[in-house]
Structures are given as C-alpha cells and as structure tokens.
C-alpha cells in the first residue's frame, strides 16, 4: 500500500483541475487524475515526469454506466489507497432552461449531481478507511442563477444542497465534506457559448482556486471560497433578487453575459467539430461542452464546458517574424541562456513541457519541478527563462511571480 496520501481528481484535463492536479503531484502527492482528452492528460502527465509524487490518468465519459466503479477501482489497484475525492468535472448546455431538450437537462444534471455522489458512493470504504475527505466544486449560480445557461444554476444549487446533507451524513464515519465555491474562473467557456466571459479584472486563476482548494486538503475545511470578496457580492446579491435580477438583465457584462459581436464568436468557437455536445467530463475531447470529443455533433453555442476551459490567444504577429529557416522562435528565445541552462542541467525539453496554452506558470513551482530544491542560481534562471519566454510572446506576464501560456513551443 502505498505510503503517500492519495486524490482523485476528476475534470483534469485543463482548468481548475489541471491546476490541481499539478500542485498536489509536485507537493508529493499522487494523483489519480480523469479527464475526457486523453491527449492532455498525456500532456499533463509528461510535464509532471520526474516530480516528487506520481500521476496516474485515466480518459473516462464519467456518465457511462459503471464508470464511477471503474474509476475508483483503478485508482486503489495503482496506490493502493485514497484519501482525497475532487469532485470537479462540470459542463453547462446553454441557451433558455424552458427550451432545453430533456437529454440536455439530464446530462447537466447528471454531471453536476449524480455522477458526483455515485463516485462518493464507490469511494465511502477507501474513505472510511483513511478517514478521508470529499470536495464538490458549486458555483456563484448556485445562489444567484442566471439565464441563458440552462440547467447548470439548479444542478449548482444541488451541488451546494446535497453537500450538506453529505457533511451531515458522513461525520460519523470520520470523512470531510467540503464545498468550493471557485468564484468567476479564467477559462474560455463563456467566449465558446458566445458570451463575453469575466471581466480581466475579477477572473480568478485556475492556479489561485487550485492554491487555496489544496490547502484544504489539509485544513478539512467545511467550505473553501476561492474569492471571498466574490462570495460577499452573492451574498449580497441572493440578499436582494429583486435588485440583482434587475442589474444582471441591463448589466449581463458584469457576470460575463454580454453577447459577443458576430465575429468574436467566430474567432473563438469554430473548431470544435466533435468537442460540442453534452454535458460531464467525459473522454476524450476539447473543454467545450458537456460531453466532448466522444459525442455527436451539437450547434457549438449549445453546450459548454466549464471546468475544462483553456485559452487559445491568436498568434503574435511580433512573433511570427522573428523566425528563421531551420530554427523555431522557441530556440531562439532560450538561445542567449543556451550556456547557463546547460550548465545548469536544464534542457530546453524540459521548459517546451511547461508550454501547455492556457496554463499559468508560477516561477517558484517551475523552479521546484526541474531543480527539486532550487537554490538561488536555478531560480534566478528560472525567472530568466520565463522572462525570456514572456518576451518572444510565449507567455504573458499576469503578474509579478505568474505567467499565463499563449504559445506552445514549436
């Protein structure tokens, strides 16, 4: 049996789930993580070769039947153990509730209710066991819902509901429940459906809710809000419906409603062949909707997926420029730190690994992944390569210690 603590994590792919996913491998934890694109887990898996815990993945549609046994039945056979369920895989199938198909209203509801607790179920013995902990990741939607997004206020509501009737029913047997309200998340799931998506300004990152849901691994906090100050606005919001209701229909910008312009849509949602039909975090297949690459074809504005967003900015025309024949602008980037890299043990592989668009790099967890205990040289040339990265338009600077990934290396 294995002797490091265990997680799984579902909806893993891109987003929240990534994020977490990362963390909790490179804090030494293993991770058994689910998610519908296997190609990314693949991804995933490759950036966290070498780190302290292990990575097992599995490209599952969480709504097949006996896919919730499946699941956990592999991930105790591979570590023996469990002591975390993330409960994080999610999808919205947009447009008017009253005009939505009952396939459509199922699936929303299956994704966000009934796929979570058949996964508590199959979980409850390795739980009891370790005296575990289950998260359920709800929404702001859940106490203020919205229109234009189907079903997916109510199953949030649910979510927040059957939480605490979980809480309630599993304290005796030792297992934390704990509810994650994450806030306005930066993904690409509003931009997909057609909508404007949150403002720059209060988006959360998919790193930030990560931290702060992984901290809670240890805390077993009841309840884990990523933004407080978000949390405070719904409260305020459920507080008074009346009001909010008449601010969200002449203000829908504020919550990220606001329709895009013909041609943004186009922009952003044409590929998505096979990725746009139901609602879970299913096989393989791109963040868009419920039920990704493994369904029909839907309208692409039909069905999004929300844990599964990723960014895909537009090529840099700075950028494109500098190339040259034979040499790509990712060697070009990391050519004047060629020397100091090399001495360093430091391969420009293992820097295109961290390329993955949509991702958030942090320079002290990049340090931590190649080096294991950086000391002052190797983080000094870690923020040299981000920086360097950041200057030929690989990554954009969010922040003084986080970079967001536009490019992938070529």
Do not use: C
């Amino acid at each position: 049996m294995s002797r490091r603590r265990v997680a799984i994590v579902t909806g893993a792919s891109s987003g929240i789930g990534w994020a977490l996913t990362e963390r909790a491998v490179r804090a030494g934890w293993n991770v058994f993580a689910v998610g519908r694109r296997g190609e990314r887990l693949g991804d995933l898996a490759r950036l966290l070769d070498g780190a302290t815990g292990k990575l097992a993945t599995l490209a599952r549609d969480l709504r097949t039947p006996g896919a919730a046994s499946e699941i956990v039945s592999a991930a105790l056979e591979r570590f023996g153990r469990l002591d975390v369920l993330v409960n994080n895989a999610g999808g919205v199938a947009v447009g008017p509730i009253a005009e939505q198909s009952d396939e459509a209203l199922r699936e929303q509801m299956e994704t966000h209710v009934i796929v979570p607790l058949a996964l508590t179920r199959e979980a409850l013995p390795a739980l009891r066991a370790s005296k575990g902990q289950v998260f359920y990741v709800g929404s702001g939607v859940a106490r203020i819902p919205i229109g234009s997004l189907g079903a997916y206020p109510p199953a949030k509501a649910a979510v927040r509901n059957m939480v605490r009737v979980a809480r309630n029913e599993l304290r005796h047997d030792g297992i934390a429940v704990t509810y994650v309200d994450p806030g306005a998340v930066a993904t690409e799931f509003m931009t997909r459906a057609g909508f404007s998506g949150p403002p720059q300004g209060i988006a959360a990152s998919p790193y930030d809710v990560a931290r702060k849901i992984f901290a809670a691994f240890e805390t077993r906090q009841a309840v884990v809000n990523a933004v407080p100050w978000q949390t405070l606005f719904v409260a305020i919001g459920e507080a008074l419906p009346a009001l909010t209701d008449f601010v969200l229909q002449r203000a829908p910008g504020i919550v990220g409603l606001e329709a895009l312009p013909a041609p943004a849509m186009q922009e952003v949602v044409p590929a998505l062949p096979e990725e746009a039909a139901a609602v879970a975090e299913l096989p393989p297949a791109a963040p868009a909707p419920p039920v990704e690459e493994p369904a029909a074809e839907v309208p692409v504005a039909a069905t999004v997926d929300v844990s599964e967003g990723e960014y895909l900015p537009p090529e840099s025309e700075e950028v494109a420029h500098l190339e040259r024949p034979g040499e790509s602008t990712f060697e070009l980037a990391l050519a004047p730190l060629e020397g100091r890299m090399h001495k360093m043990n430091l391969t420009s592989e293992v820097v295109a690994r961290l390329l993955v668009v949509g991702n958030e790099l942090e320079p002290a967890d990049v340090a931590l992944g190649w080096a294991g205990m950086p000391n002052k040289n190797e983080r000094a040339l870690t923020h040299q390569v981000l920086d360097a990265l950041a200057d030929s338009g690989f990554l954009q600077r969010v922040a003084d210690e986080k970079y967001l990934v536009l490019r992938a290396a070529s």
